[in-house]
């Protein structure tokens, strides 16, 4: 099954830019989609974000998440058109105000989620670790702890189906379109899928204790990670993008 965050092989320049400079640029758009206050400027990050990814050829990927997170993003533009109680009002109970604030919080939503998920995609884990501990000087353990918390989330999404499977063959129907009913009816499956993780953590950290895990430096990595011209250039383009939506 193919998850979001799956590694896309690929030739384009955002393959082959610095795992650090990617980490870099994704969070230079996440910092200016916070910072923009203008339509414009959320719009057009988002769209920004959108255009990188038909480069890389994640596109789809990005949608499938979009998907998910638009009725997310509604709800949060209703909370906060009903909340908000200052401007003008509109119809009873909204304000344009309240309209406004909500649909940049739906914006904001968009924005931040998709542009780690794109530099996810177009990135190794392995390598993200590993250049993380040689640039940024991060200790191993947990840039080790942070990606194989990314490797674990399609386990545990399978684990998830797995165990949602059994259950229907048993006669539990979560088709229900009652989201409380649906919740209570997850809820149980939360016991058998910690103790599988549980399983789970323990047999990789033996793992990774039995291949000398602890020894680790910097200098283990066989692979180097020198910053380019190219890792510069999308630098100086993310700190633009901060710039231009903090005066926007």
């Known amino acids: 099954m193919t998850n979001v965050i799956d590694y896309l092989p690929g030739e384009t320049v955002l393959h082959r830019l610095n795992p650090v400079a990617k980490l870099a640029l994704a969070a230079c758009i996440i910092l200016a989609t916070f910072l923009a206050q203008s339509f414009a400027a959320l719009v057009g990050l988002l769209a920004l974000t959108l255009c990188l990814g038909a480069y890389a050829g994640s596109l789809e990927r990005l949608l499938t998440l979009l998907k998910v997170l638009v009725p997310l993003g509604v709800l949060m533009l209703v909370l906060q058109a009903l909340f908000v109680r200052s401007g003008t009002p509109l119809v009873p109970g909204i304000t344009d105000e309240g309209l406004a604030s909500g649909a940049r919080t739906a914006l904001r939503l968009l924005g931040v989620a998709l542009p780690l998920i794109l530099m996810l995609t177009v990135t190794k884990l392995n390598d993200l670790a590993n250049a993380c501990v040689e640039v940024l000087h991060v200790p191993y353990r947990y840039a080790f702890t942070f990606t194989t918390a990314l490797r674990f989330v399609p386990v ?8 949602m499977e059994a259950q229907t063959a048993r006669g539990v129907e979560y088709d229900t379109r009652n989201p ?12 058998p899928l910690l103790i599988s993780s549980v399983g789970k953590t323990d047999a990789c950290a033996l793992a990774a204790e039995q291949r000398g895990f602890y020894l680790r430096t910097r200098a283990s990595s066989y692979k180097r990670y020198p910053l380019r011209v190219l890792d ?7 700190v633009a993008l901060v710039a231009a939506a903090a005066l926007l």
Do not use: D, H, W
């Open 156 to 163: 545990f999404s399978q684990e998830m189906n797995a165990i």
């Open 180 to 191: 409380i009913k649906k919740l209570r009816l997850m809820l149980p499956l939360c016991v």
């Open 232 to 238: 510069a250039a999308a630098l100086a383009l993310g």
